[in-house]
């Protein structure tokens, strides 16, 4: 049943996915296995194959949708089970930068992954991340940048973290971003795409 449910979220199948959870948790599965063994799973598979150009954007996202529709099934299940988040990720698009798609497909995958995310959107200021990261404690700041013009804010996000006693590890993606760029301005994390972005979490994390 899991294995089936892990093609149906790969293929997008919405409903099949809410059908199958629902079996899933009426055969008595527990919930942590549903998530671990079936969505995630189904995520992770997905994420290999995004990562070789064997499937593109659209089936991420629709794929996401679907991982999306079977966790709010789970959501009852979990908190029944005390399943925990496997931690907190803030994630936004830097001050002056309206680009959210790339950003939006990071936090779907870190979704899928088990993270708890909280987004804090587009054009969000270096004082906004701190304070967010603050209140909310969380484990990952996760900044996205579309623009030659906008990445530069990823330095004076760092340092508003810094200056707000922030200790969680940052990590900067984005089309203009590089390896050596994030190493400059200080992020302890660098990713070409959304999957290796889970990568690269799990890592910092482990
Ligand atoms: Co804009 N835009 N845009 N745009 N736009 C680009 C980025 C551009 C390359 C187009 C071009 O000229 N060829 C160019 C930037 C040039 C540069 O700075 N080098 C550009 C420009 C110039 C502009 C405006 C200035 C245009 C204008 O008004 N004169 C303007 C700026 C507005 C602003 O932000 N203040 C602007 C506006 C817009 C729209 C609003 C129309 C729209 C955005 C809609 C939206 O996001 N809701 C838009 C779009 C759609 C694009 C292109 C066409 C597509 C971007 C996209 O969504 N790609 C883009 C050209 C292009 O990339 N081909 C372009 C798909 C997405 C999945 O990829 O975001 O790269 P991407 O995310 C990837 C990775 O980068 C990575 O993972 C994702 C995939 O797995 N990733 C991360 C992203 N964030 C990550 C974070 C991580 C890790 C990985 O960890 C935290």
Known sequence: MLHKM???LMAGKKAEVEALVDQAIASGMSARQILNEGLIVGMERLGVLFKNNEVFIPEVLVAARAMNAG???LEPQLIKE???PKGLVL???VKGDLHDIGKNLVGMM???AGYKIIDLGTDVSPERFAAAAKEHGVQIVALSALLTTTMVQM???IQSLQAAG???PVIVGGAPLTQEYAAQIGAQGYASDAASAVDIVNKLLA
Do not use: M
Request: charge should be positive; aromatic fraction near 0%; hydrophobic fraction near 40%.
């Open 155 to 157: 330095k004076s996000i």
């Open 71 to 73: 966790l709010t099934k």
């Open 110 to 112: 870190l979704k899928g």
């Open 82 to 84: 005390k399943v925990e």
């Open 6 to 8: 892990q093609d149906a």
């Open 91 to 93: 994630i936004g698009t």
């Open 166 to 168: 922030v200790k969680a």
